[in-house]
């Protein structure tokens, strides 16, 4: 039996990240025959063909409302051909999962949220809650309520259009830190698109070194201080040791997608 493919798409346009190496090292990790192979989709517009069984869909920067082009055209038309290649029956299913950016532009294409510019960056670790639908979905459902993520982005998705996202099949499965002094809308953190498709506003692939790295430079550790203060800062970096935290964020929800996809894929009980 062939290994599953995997396609990465890498929407950070070069930018520096932590991310690639995260998803690169959970594929890895896991007990299934896995291969992957990673394409600059947004830097070079290059894509994967058909015979891809899982699609992974990075973070990156920017405007993801803004059309950037070629390259988002074709990034869409393979979304669409995903979906209409699961809502056949006769053809055999494609597993994709959206993280942050992605999932931003997911969204918007699909108009199930407004996406709107945040008022300040969201950047460390945070609380995420989940719905009642996360409660019984089986990717979330054994994690503490709340749980706990990596966020990054100047971006989100709020106004879930709740009619569309029924109509489509889909469930808003997790949301934003409950915030009673702010008088602002709770954004849109995770979302099944599809039995195949899923996808979070926060980072699942994001591990403790990757964390540590970013938290020790100058200009990250003023933003969090700047906009949460010292104390929310002492704590991000305290809670990068806690297992009940990103540590266990990581370990479950890419992980457990990618179990899920290779066990329906293969037949596996």
């Not at 259009?161 to 954004?187: C, M, S, Y």
Request: contains cysteine.
């Amino acid at each position: 039996m062939r290994p599953v493919r995997i396609a990465i798409l890498d929407l950070y346009c070069n930018h520096p990240n932590q991310g690639m190496r995260c998803i690169k090292n959970i594929i890895d990790d896991q007990i299934y025959p896995l291969e992957w192979d990673v394409f600059e989709t947004r830097a070079k517009n290059v894509f994967p063909g058909d015979d891809y069984d899982i699609y992974i869909s990075t973070g990156g920067p920017g405007d993801p409302v803004k059309d950037e082009g070629v390259w988002e055209k074709n990034y869409l038309h393979l979304a669409d051909k995903i979906f209409d290649n699961n809502a056949n029956d006769k053809k055999e299913k494609k597993y994709a999962f959206f993280i942050c950016h992605s999932f931003q532009i997911l969204s918007h294409h699909l108009k199930i949220g407004e996406v709107t510019k945040r008022k300040s960056t969201a950047f460390g670790i945070f609380p995420v809650h989940i719905t009642e639908a996360g409660k019984h979905d089986p990717i979330l459902k054994d994690l503490p309520e709340p749980f706990y993520a990596v966020d990054s982005r100047d971006w989100q998705v709020i106004q879930p259009d709740l009619n569309k996202i029924k109509a489509i099949g889909a469930e808003v499965l997790a949301l934003e830190k409950i915030r009673p002094h702010v008088n602002l809308e709770r954004a849109v953190m995770a979302m099944r698109f599809s039995n195949e498709i899923f996808g979070t506003q926060f980072h699942p692939e994001a591990d403790v070194i990757g964390m540590d790295f970013y938290f020790k430079r100058e200009d990250k550790k003023k933003q969090i201080i700047e906009n949460h203060g010292e104390q929310k800062y002492n704590d991000m970096i305290a809670q990068l040791n806690d297992k009940d935290k990103i540590f266990l964020t990581h370990n479950t929800i890419l992980p457990r997608f990618l179990k899920h996809a290779v066990q329906e894929l293969r037949g596996i009980e």
